[in-house]
C-alpha cells in the first residue's frame, strides 16, 4: 500500500477517484460523535450554560421552561439541571486527561548532592503540574475532522516561487517530511 495523499479509507486503502467524502454528521460511528448529547446544537448549549456562563442548576431549569415554551411539542433540549449534569457526566472517558509533576533540574541536583535550594530563586524549588492529553488521539481527532479538510496539507510537497527559489511555509513543505517520503521507508 503506498499512499500518496490521496483519499483513504480509515485503513489507509486508496479511495476511488471522485469517491464523496465520509458524512461525519451521521451517528453511525463513521465520525466524530457529539455522544452522549443529541447533536452539536445541543453540546454547544450545554458548553455554554455549564462551562462558560456557570449558571445555577435553578437557573437551568428556569430556561428550560423557557426554551419548552417556545417548542412546538414542549420540549426543551434537556429536561432539567440533573439531565444535563448526567450528560456531561457520562461523556467518554476516553478523553481524560494526564498530569506529570516536574520541578527545576536545579533542585534535583541539590537534593542528590545533599545541599540546600534556600538559594534557588522561589520559582525553581516549585513542583509545577502539566496537563495533557494523548498527542496521538489528539492528531487523530484534529485530522479526522471535517472542519480542518481544506486546512491540512496531508502530503508533502517541494514549492518553488517565480525564480525556481524554494519557498517553505509550513511542515508538509520542509525537507524532513519531504525526504521521509522520497526516502525506502517513506510513503
Known amino acids: 500500500m503506498v499512499n500518496l495523499g490521496t483519499p483513504c479509507d480509515l485503513g489507509g ?12 454528521d451521521e451517528p453511525d460511528g463513521t465520525g466524530p460523535s457529539w455522544h452522549p448529547f443529541k447533536s452539536r ?5 450545554a458548553d455554554f ?7 445555577s442548576g435553578g437557573r437551568i431549569d428556569e430556561l428550560m421552561d423557557i426554551l419548552a415554551t417556545m417548542d412546538e411539542g414542549g420540549t ?18 476516553e478523553e481524560k486527561w494526564e498530569c506529570i509533576s516536574i520541578n527545576h533540574a ?13 538559594n534557588l530563586p522561589t520559582w525553581k524549588q516549585g513542583d509545577y503540574n502539566i ?8 492528531v487523530q481527532k484534529q485530522l479526522s475532522n471535517p472542519d480542518f479538510k481544506d486546512f491540512i496539507d496531508y502530503a508533502p510537497r ?30
Not at 426543551?76 to 472517558?93: C, V
Not at 525556481?164 to 521507508?185: K, L, Y
Request: charged share 20%; net charge negative; aromatic share 12%.
Open 131 to 138: 496537563w495533557f492529553r494523548d498527542p496521538k488521539a489528539l
Open 49 to 55: 450554560i455549564f462551562r462558560r456562563d456557570q449558571m
Open 106 to 118: 536545579d533542585v534535583e541536583r541539590a537534593q542528590m548532592d545533599g545541599t540546600s535550594t534556600a
Open 76 to 93: 426543551p433540549p434537556f429536561s432539567n439541571h440533573k439531565e444535563l449534569y448526567g450528560l456531561i457526566d457520562a461523556i467518554s472517558p
Open 41 to 45: 446544537a445541543q453540546f454547544e448549549l
Open 158 to 187: 517541494q514549492v518553488f516561487g517565480k525564480n525556481h527559489q524554494r519557498i517553505w511555509s509550513d511542515f508538509m513543505t520542509g525537507n524532513w517530511a519531504w525526504e521521509q517520503c522520497v526516502s525506502d521507508f517513506g510513503c
Open 13 to 24: 486503502n486508496d479511495l476511488p477517484p471522485n469517491t464523496p467524502p465520509v458524512n461525519h
